[in-house]
């Protein structure tokens, strides 16, 4: 093999990395979105959601499910786990900053929601690279 080649498989496994990252986290909450409509626990589709309590809720298994997101960067990136977990991070945050761009005016809850999303975005991917760094770290021991 080349190294032109190689390279070139280290970054298309890199990207895919991240791109399952982010695939596991809008498949889980875009899946919980609708089971939470479904249950009736949210409001149906396109209306607001202004409750406290459900918001919360939102942004917590959102939270949960940016590490996980960001744990699988990290378990599958060819090297370097942690740059792949704040790679997803940073596009979590773009696109948190886009959504909340758009939805704030829309009114469709309160604008503290778009907002914690963006903040939450880089932490959340730094906790889900440490926490597979931690795993890593148990299995060499």
């Known amino acids: 093999m080349t190294e032109?080649?190689?390279?070139?498989?280290?970054?298309?496994?890199?990207?895919?990395a991240v791109l399952l990252g982010l695939f596991a986290v809008v498949?889980?909450?875009?899946?919980?979105?609708?089971?939470?409509?479904?249950?009736?626990v949210y409001p149906p589709w396109g209306q607001p959601m202004h409750d406290l309590g459900v918001n919360l809720l939102a942004l917590a298994y959102r939270?949960?499910?940016?590490?996980?997101?960001?744990?699988?960067?990290a378990r599958f990136a060819p090297r370097n786990p942690m740059r792949h977990a704040l790679a997803l991070g940073v596009v979590g945050f773009a696109l948190s900053l886009a959504g909340a761009i758009v939805t704030i005016p829309m009114d469709l809850g309160p604008a503290w929601f778009p907002i914690a999303l963006v903040v939450t975005a880089l932490p959340c991917a730094w906790l889900g690279g440490v926490l597979h760094r931690i795993r890593g770290e148990r299995r060499v021991l």
Do not use: C, K, N, P
């Open 4 to 16: 032109t080649s190689t390279q070139l498989r280290r970054q298309l496994r890199s990207t895919g």
């Open 63 to 73: 939270s949960v499910y940016a590490v996980v997101g960001s744990y699988i960067a």
């Open 27 to 40: 498949v889980l909450s875009l899946g919980t979105d609708q089971v939470m409509h479904t249950l009736e």
